[in-house]
């Protein structure tokens, strides 16, 4: 018979040992893994429709593009009663000359290198569910070219201002231009803000100043950049063919 010494000198029994080679805190452990964290949001106004005309317009990565106005749906903002998808602000803006863009407008448009032919609600509208800072169920509208990509408790947003643009340049031509080119006047108001606050920046020589008048070169269309401008770009040595990279 083994005395208790030498079961001491045997190492433990059948009966004392582990269940698992996994360490306990790892057993232990039944909170949520990453990939399960609800997504983090900030509530807002809720659904809109995008309404544009033919007389507000700007230039941004060198195209043309109408400068969107949201009609919210929220009841109780201009006009709005509930249920109504926001007529009551359409109708405002319709009376002002804007004219509506349909929610089912362009399904074939792109969007992070797919389309809309399957949204949901709209083809220009996203909406995102999750909770909010307090942990109750919350839910943000988006446009379609914005999404969130959640890394932890950090949500950050991309955005496809490419297919975005697109599809709004598409939209400036088939509705509220009627499939008509932009005329004369149009590219003068669009572009003139820009080119304005290029001969303004040349008066000054400062850096900052050149990267001001980089940066609105950028977006002016390379069409529509005058001569005055092409100088002013000369002088300051700035290369056009650098700004839309």
Not at 25 to 45: E, T
Not at 77 to 93: A, E, H, M, T, Y
């Amino acid at each position: 018979m083994a005395t208790r010494a030498n079961q001491s000198k045997q190492g433990p029994s059948s009966t004392d040992a582990p269940s698992s080679s996994v360490p306990a805190f790892a057993r232990g452990s039944s909170g949520p893994s990453l990939g399960s964290v609800p997504l983090r949001l900030r509530g807002g106004r809720g659904p809109w429709t995008w309404m544009i005309s033919q007389a507000k317009l700007g230039c941004r990565n060198g195209q043309i593009v109408p400068l969107v106005i949201p009609a919210w749906h929220a009841p109780g903002i201009s006009g709005n009663i509930r249920g109504d998808r926001g007529s009551g602000f359409v109708g405002q803006l319709k009376s002002q000359g804007y004219a509506e863009i349909p929610h089912g407008f362009a399904a074939d448009s792109a969007c992070f290198d797919a389309d809309r032919t399957t949204a949901e609600h709209s083809t220009y509208l996203a909406m995102w569910s999750g909770i909010d800072i307090d942990g109750r169920p919350a839910t943000r509208w988006t446009d379609a070219w914005e999404r969130p990509v959640q890394l932890g408790h950090i949500v950050q947003w991309e955005r496809d201002e490419v297919g975005r643009d697109a599809f709004l340049v598409r939209a400036l031509a088939e509705i509220a231009n009627g499939g008509a080119a932009l005329s004369a006047a149009q590219i003068r108001l669009a572009t003139k803000p820009l080119i304005d606050r290029i001969h303004s920046e040349a008066n000054r020589a400062s850096e900052r100043s050149r990267l001001l008048i980089m940066q609105c070169a950028r977006h002016l269309p390379a069409a529509h950049i005058p001569a005055s401008v092409r100088q002013i770009l000369t002088r300051q040595e700035i290369d056009l063919s650098t700004l839309a990279q």
